[in-house]
């Protein structure tokens, strides 16, 4: 069955870095797009990142040039490298894969726990 996994949360201080793996089986790898997400505690979930088949990026504003995302194709695995976090950083990670590039992002992994401290 076809899946996500995501990896690499944690908890670390204000201004340290975390590195998130999204690990895809089956055929999502070969989703049209990939991306990242999060869920900061009482709040909505809301988009961080994401990466085309082609390598083509996406950054929520929020995290623009802080964090980057990238993939491994010979690992089927996607990447989010998160440089100098902050407090509002603090959330659950999902990995999501969109299919068809007209779709929905329609597969979810379980999720990994970030937490900064200020």
């Known amino acids: 069955q076809a899946q996500l996994v995501e990896s690499g949360g944690g908890s670390v201080q204000a201004g340290g870095s975390l590195k998130l793996s999204c690990e895809a089986s089956g055929d999502l790898f070969q989703s049209c797009e990939m991306g990242w997400f999060r869920r900061p505690p009482g709040k909505e979930r809301e988009f961080v990142s994401s990466?085309?088949?082609?390598?083509?990026?996406n950054y929520a504003t929020s995290v623009r040039g802080r964090f980057t995302v990238s993939r491994d194709n010979s690992q089927n695995t996607m990447y989010l490298q998160m440089n100098n976090l902050k407090s509002e950083d603090t959330a659950v990670y999902y990995c999501?894969?969109?299919?068809?590039?007209?779709?929905?992002?329609?597969?979810w992994g379980q999720g990994t726990e970030v937490t900064v401290s200020s």
């Open positions: 990466i085309s088949n082609v390598g083509t990026t």
């Open positions: 999501a894969a969109k299919w068809a590039c007209w779709g929905s992002w329609a597969n």
